[in-house]
Protein backbone atom coordinates (compact mmCIF):
# COMPACT_ATOMS: atom_id res chain seq x y z
CA UNK A 1 0.00 0.00 0.00
CA UNK A 2 1.57 3.46 -0.91
CA UNK A 3 2.74 5.76 2.04
CA UNK A 4 0.87 9.04 2.05
CA UNK A 5 4.51 10.48 1.35
CA UNK A 6 4.56 8.86 -2.03
CA UNK A 7 5.59 10.77 -4.77
CA UNK A 8 3.23 11.84 -7.58
CA UNK A 9 5.62 10.35 -10.13
CA UNK A 10 5.87 6.94 -7.89
CA UNK A 11 2.02 6.94 -8.09
CA UNK A 12 1.52 6.77 -11.93
CA UNK A 13 5.05 4.83 -12.27
CA UNK A 14 3.85 0.86 -14.03
CA UNK A 15 7.25 0.19 -14.59
CA UNK A 16 7.51 -3.84 -14.14
CA UNK A 17 3.73 -4.20 -14.75
CA UNK A 18 1.89 -6.63 -17.22
CA UNK A 19 -0.89 -5.48 -19.65
CA UNK A 20 -3.49 -6.79 -21.70
CA UNK A 21 -5.43 -4.02 -24.29
CA UNK A 22 -8.32 -5.30 -26.32
CA UNK A 23 -9.31 -3.57 -29.43
CA UNK A 24 -6.19 -1.64 -29.22
CA UNK A 25 -5.00 -1.73 -32.97
CA UNK A 26 -6.54 1.83 -33.14
CA UNK A 27 -8.83 4.33 -31.70
CA UNK A 28 -8.93 4.26 -27.75
CA UNK A 29 -7.37 1.06 -27.21
CA UNK A 30 -4.59 2.26 -28.91
CA UNK A 31 -4.20 5.81 -27.29
CA UNK A 32 -4.44 3.73 -24.16
CA UNK A 33 -1.99 1.16 -24.85
CA UNK A 34 0.38 4.27 -25.86
CA UNK A 35 0.26 5.66 -22.26
CA UNK A 36 0.70 2.55 -20.39
CA UNK A 37 3.60 2.08 -22.50
CA UNK A 38 4.92 5.99 -21.62
CA UNK A 39 4.32 4.75 -17.91
CA UNK A 40 6.45 1.59 -18.14
CA UNK A 41 3.93 -0.90 -18.71
CA UNK A 42 4.88 -3.97 -20.75
CA UNK A 43 1.75 -3.92 -23.34
CA UNK A 44 0.13 -6.86 -25.45
CA UNK A 45 -2.65 -5.71 -27.68
CA UNK A 46 -5.23 -8.03 -28.76
CA UNK A 47 -7.31 -7.23 -31.84
CA UNK A 48 -9.28 -8.98 -34.57
CA UNK A 49 -7.21 -6.41 -37.39
CA UNK A 50 -5.06 -8.84 -38.75
CA UNK A 51 -2.06 -6.09 -39.55
CA UNK A 52 -2.15 -5.78 -35.57
CA UNK A 53 1.37 -6.93 -34.63
CA UNK A 54 2.77 -3.95 -37.14
CA UNK A 55 0.31 -1.21 -35.72
CA UNK A 56 1.01 -2.54 -32.00
CA UNK A 57 4.64 -2.44 -32.56
CA UNK A 58 4.71 0.75 -33.99
CA UNK A 59 3.94 2.19 -30.89
CA UNK A 60 6.00 -0.19 -28.56
CA UNK A 61 3.48 -2.64 -27.87
CA UNK A 62 3.23 -6.47 -29.02
CA UNK A 63 -0.01 -7.51 -31.20
CA UNK A 64 -1.43 -10.83 -31.16
CA UNK A 65 -4.37 -11.37 -33.54
CA UNK A 66 -7.26 -12.24 -31.37
CA UNK A 67 -11.06 -11.97 -31.41
CA UNK A 68 -12.40 -11.27 -27.99
CA UNK A 69 -15.84 -13.38 -28.36
CA UNK A 70 -13.58 -16.25 -28.86
CA UNK A 71 -12.13 -17.46 -25.62
CA UNK A 72 -9.57 -20.58 -26.72
CA UNK A 73 -7.97 -17.49 -29.10
CA UNK A 74 -8.05 -15.10 -25.88
CA UNK A 75 -6.44 -17.68 -23.41
CA UNK A 76 -3.85 -17.41 -26.04
CA UNK A 77 -3.33 -14.05 -26.50
CA UNK A 78 -2.98 -13.64 -22.26
CA UNK A 79 -0.29 -16.65 -22.47
CA UNK A 80 2.07 -14.32 -25.04
CA UNK A 81 1.10 -11.11 -22.82
CA UNK A 82 2.03 -13.29 -19.63
CA UNK A 83 5.55 -14.84 -21.15
CA UNK A 84 7.58 -12.95 -18.90
CA UNK A 85 5.50 -12.02 -16.07
CA UNK A 86 1.85 -12.44 -14.72
CA UNK A 87 -0.68 -10.06 -16.42
CA UNK A 88 -1.60 -6.87 -14.14
CA UNK A 89 -3.46 -4.86 -15.97
CA UNK A 90 -6.43 -5.47 -18.72
CA UNK A 91 -8.19 -2.95 -20.15
CA UNK A 92 -11.84 -4.83 -21.92
CA UNK A 93 -11.54 -2.39 -24.76
CA UNK A 94 -12.77 -4.00 -28.00
CA UNK A 95 -16.50 -3.13 -29.03
CA UNK A 96 -18.65 -2.50 -31.56
CA UNK A 97 -20.88 0.46 -33.06
CA UNK A 98 -24.49 0.70 -32.92
CA UNK A 99 -25.50 0.95 -36.49
CA UNK A 100 -28.50 -0.54 -35.14
CA UNK A 101 -31.41 1.53 -36.72
CA UNK A 102 -35.18 1.41 -34.95
CA UNK A 103 -35.89 -0.82 -32.30
CA UNK A 104 -38.57 -2.35 -34.11
CA UNK A 105 -36.53 -3.90 -36.92
CA UNK A 106 -33.82 -5.55 -35.01
CA UNK A 107 -33.12 -8.80 -35.86
CA UNK A 108 -32.49 -11.73 -32.93
CA UNK A 109 -29.00 -12.42 -34.33
CA UNK A 110 -27.88 -8.83 -34.25
CA UNK A 111 -28.94 -8.08 -31.06
CA UNK A 112 -27.30 -11.52 -30.04
CA UNK A 113 -23.71 -10.68 -31.57
CA UNK A 114 -23.80 -7.07 -29.93
CA UNK A 115 -24.36 -8.42 -26.47
CA UNK A 116 -21.41 -11.26 -26.68
CA UNK A 117 -18.46 -8.94 -28.09
CA UNK A 118 -19.80 -6.04 -25.78
CA UNK A 119 -20.62 -7.83 -22.27
CA UNK A 120 -20.44 -11.56 -22.87
CA UNK A 121 -16.34 -11.11 -24.05
CA UNK A 122 -15.57 -8.75 -21.62
CA UNK A 123 -16.28 -11.54 -19.09
CA UNK A 124 -14.81 -14.41 -20.30
CA UNK A 125 -11.39 -11.73 -21.04
CA UNK A 126 -11.85 -10.59 -16.93
CA UNK A 127 -12.16 -14.18 -15.42
CA UNK A 128 -9.08 -15.74 -18.14
CA UNK A 129 -7.07 -12.86 -16.77
CA UNK A 130 -8.14 -12.81 -13.60
CA UNK A 131 -7.14 -16.28 -13.25
CA UNK A 132 -3.47 -15.50 -14.28
CA UNK A 133 -3.24 -12.40 -11.81
CA UNK A 134 -1.09 -13.79 -8.92
CA UNK A 135 -0.45 -10.08 -7.40
CA UNK A 136 -3.36 -8.54 -7.45
CA UNK A 137 -4.33 -5.92 -10.98
CA UNK A 138 -6.65 -3.84 -12.55
CA UNK A 139 -9.15 -3.71 -14.58
CA UNK A 140 -10.53 -0.95 -16.82
CA UNK A 141 -14.17 -2.12 -18.89
CA UNK A 142 -15.44 0.46 -21.61
CA UNK A 143 -18.62 1.32 -21.01
CA UNK A 144 -20.08 4.53 -22.62
CA UNK A 145 -22.82 7.36 -22.15
CA UNK A 146 -25.07 5.27 -23.77
CA UNK A 147 -25.74 3.06 -20.89
CA UNK A 148 -26.37 5.99 -18.33
CA UNK A 149 -29.24 7.78 -20.92
CA UNK A 150 -31.68 6.40 -23.38
CA UNK A 151 -31.61 7.35 -26.86
CA UNK A 152 -33.45 6.65 -30.05
CA UNK A 153 -31.97 3.85 -32.74
CA UNK A 154 -29.20 2.28 -30.33
CA UNK A 155 -31.12 0.14 -27.73
CA UNK A 156 -29.37 -2.76 -28.28
CA UNK A 157 -25.54 -1.40 -28.07
CA UNK A 158 -26.89 0.99 -24.53
CA UNK A 159 -28.06 -2.33 -23.26
CA UNK A 160 -24.52 -4.06 -23.81
CA UNK A 161 -22.99 -1.11 -22.09
CA UNK A 162 -25.47 -1.01 -18.96
CA UNK A 163 -24.22 -4.17 -19.15
CA UNK A 164 -20.68 -3.39 -18.54
CA UNK A 165 -21.78 -1.38 -16.07
CA UNK A 166 -23.09 -4.25 -14.24
CA UNK A 167 -20.66 -6.50 -14.59
CA UNK A 168 -17.76 -3.78 -13.34
CA UNK A 169 -19.72 -3.45 -9.98
CA UNK A 170 -20.05 -7.07 -9.42
CA UNK A 171 -16.82 -8.14 -10.59
CA UNK A 172 -15.59 -4.94 -7.97
CA UNK A 173 -16.95 -6.96 -5.15
CA UNK A 174 -16.17 -10.45 -6.06
CA UNK A 175 -12.36 -9.54 -7.27
CA UNK A 176 -11.50 -6.71 -4.58
CA UNK A 177 -10.43 -9.38 -2.07
CA UNK A 178 -8.26 -10.79 -4.49
CA UNK A 179 -6.27 -7.25 -4.61
CA UNK A 180 -8.07 -7.00 -8.10
CA UNK A 181 -9.75 -3.18 -8.42
CA UNK A 182 -12.43 -2.85 -11.53
CA UNK A 183 -13.78 0.31 -12.90
CA UNK A 184 -14.88 1.00 -16.34
CA UNK A 185 -14.80 4.65 -18.15
CA UNK A 186 -18.21 5.39 -19.58
CA UNK A 187 -16.85 7.90 -22.69
CA UNK A 188 -19.10 10.26 -24.67
CA UNK A 189 -18.31 10.70 -28.20
CA UNK A 190 -14.56 9.92 -29.21
CA UNK A 191 -13.32 10.72 -32.41
CA UNK A 192 -12.01 7.51 -33.49
CA UNK A 193 -12.05 5.23 -36.68
CA UNK A 194 -15.23 3.49 -35.32
CA UNK A 195 -17.03 6.94 -34.86
CA UNK A 196 -16.45 8.08 -37.93
CA UNK A 197 -17.50 4.82 -39.80
CA UNK A 198 -21.26 5.74 -38.01
CA UNK A 199 -20.89 9.15 -38.81
CA UNK A 200 -20.10 9.57 -42.37
CA UNK A 201 -23.42 8.66 -43.87
CA UNK A 202 -24.62 11.80 -41.64
CA UNK A 203 -22.31 14.18 -42.62
CA UNK A 204 -23.32 12.89 -46.17
CA UNK A 205 -26.78 13.65 -45.63
CA UNK A 206 -25.98 17.47 -44.82
CA UNK A 207 -25.80 17.22 -41.13
CA UNK A 208 -23.02 19.41 -39.16
CA UNK A 209 -21.93 16.27 -37.20
CA UNK A 210 -18.57 18.12 -35.87
CA UNK A 211 -20.44 21.05 -34.26
CA UNK A 212 -22.39 18.20 -32.75
CA UNK A 213 -19.65 16.55 -31.32
CA UNK A 214 -17.82 19.61 -29.61
CA UNK A 215 -21.68 20.59 -28.39
CA UNK A 216 -21.00 19.26 -24.68
CA UNK A 217 -19.76 22.18 -22.11
CA UNK A 218 -16.01 21.99 -22.01
CA UNK A 219 -16.95 22.68 -26.11
CA UNK A 220 -13.89 20.54 -27.30
CA UNK A 221 -14.41 17.31 -29.47
CA UNK A 222 -13.59 14.31 -27.14
CA UNK A 223 -10.39 12.48 -28.53
CA UNK A 224 -9.02 8.95 -27.43
CA UNK A 225 -6.08 10.59 -25.47
CA UNK A 226 -9.05 11.86 -22.84
CA UNK A 227 -10.15 8.47 -22.41
CA UNK A 228 -6.32 6.97 -22.03
CA UNK A 229 -5.42 9.91 -19.17
CA UNK A 230 -8.73 8.54 -17.31
CA UNK A 231 -7.47 4.89 -18.19
CA UNK A 232 -3.81 5.64 -16.77
CA UNK A 233 -5.42 7.17 -13.42
CA UNK A 234 -7.70 3.97 -12.79
CA UNK A 235 -4.77 1.56 -13.10
CA UNK A 236 -1.98 3.40 -11.64
CA UNK A 237 -1.70 3.50 -7.58
CA UNK A 238 -3.28 7.07 -7.70
CA UNK A 239 -6.56 5.03 -8.05
CA UNK A 240 -5.89 2.20 -4.96
CA UNK A 241 -8.97 3.26 -3.04
CA UNK A 242 -10.80 3.60 -6.03
CA UNK A 243 -13.12 -0.10 -7.46
CA UNK A 244 -16.26 -0.61 -8.83
CA UNK A 245 -16.69 3.10 -10.52
CA UNK A 246 -18.30 3.69 -13.68
CA UNK A 247 -15.69 7.38 -14.44
CA UNK A 248 -17.97 9.40 -17.10
CA UNK A 249 -15.54 11.31 -19.44
CA UNK A 250 -17.37 13.27 -21.71
CA UNK A 251 -16.76 17.39 -21.73
CA UNK A 252 -19.92 17.31 -19.24
CA UNK A 253 -22.67 16.67 -21.79
CA UNK A 254 -24.11 14.51 -19.69
CA UNK A 255 -24.28 16.69 -16.47
N1 LIG B 1 -15.57 6.33 -29.77
C1 LIG B 1 -16.61 6.63 -29.00
O1 LIG B 1 -17.31 7.66 -29.19
C2 LIG B 1 -16.99 5.72 -27.87
C3 LIG B 1 -17.95 6.18 -26.95
C4 LIG B 1 -18.32 5.35 -25.90
C5 LIG B 1 -17.72 4.11 -25.76
N2 LIG B 1 -16.80 3.70 -26.68
C6 LIG B 1 -16.22 2.36 -26.50
O2 LIG B 1 -14.82 2.42 -26.54
C7 LIG B 1 -14.30 1.22 -27.13
C8 LIG B 1 -13.36 1.56 -28.28
O3 LIG B 1 -14.06 2.35 -29.22
P1 LIG B 1 -13.32 3.02 -30.48
O4 LIG B 1 -14.15 4.19 -30.83
O5 LIG B 1 -11.88 3.18 -30.24
O6 LIG B 1 -13.57 1.86 -31.58
P2 LIG B 1 -12.85 1.61 -33.01
O7 LIG B 1 -13.87 0.91 -33.84
O8 LIG B 1 -12.24 2.85 -33.53
O9 LIG B 1 -11.72 0.57 -32.62
C9 LIG B 1 -12.10 -0.66 -32.04
C10 LIG B 1 -10.99 -1.66 -32.13
O10 LIG B 1 -11.51 -2.89 -31.57
C11 LIG B 1 -11.24 -3.95 -32.47
N3 LIG B 1 -12.26 -4.98 -32.32
C12 LIG B 1 -13.57 -4.93 -32.67
N4 LIG B 1 -14.18 -6.09 -32.41
C13 LIG B 1 -13.22 -6.91 -31.88
C14 LIG B 1 -13.23 -8.24 -31.43
N5 LIG B 1 -14.34 -9.02 -31.50
N6 LIG B 1 -12.08 -8.77 -30.93
C15 LIG B 1 -10.95 -8.01 -30.88
N7 LIG B 1 -10.88 -6.75 -31.32
C16 LIG B 1 -12.01 -6.21 -31.82
C17 LIG B 1 -11.23 -3.32 -33.85
O11 LIG B 1 -10.50 -4.11 -34.79
C18 LIG B 1 -10.57 -1.97 -33.57
O12 LIG B 1 -9.16 -2.03 -33.66
C19 LIG B 1 -15.53 0.39 -27.54
O13 LIG B 1 -15.82 -0.55 -26.53
C20 LIG B 1 -16.62 1.43 -27.64
O14 LIG B 1 -17.91 0.89 -27.45
C21 LIG B 1 -16.43 4.47 -27.73
Excluded: W
Aim: with cysteine; hydrophobic share 45%.
Amino acid sequence: MAAPDTTLSELIDLGGRTAFVTGGAKGIGAAIARRLIEAGATVTVGDLDPDVSGLAEAFGARGVVCDVTDTVAVQAALDVASTDKPIDIVVNNAGIFPTTGPMLEATDEFVHHMLDVNVRAQYSVSREAANRMSGGGSIVNLASIAALRGGANISAYSASKAGVVALTHAFAHELGPRGIRVNAIAPGIIDTPGVQEQLEPLRAGGLDIDKQIAANPVGIAGQPDHIARAALFLVSDLAEFVSGHILVVDGGSTA
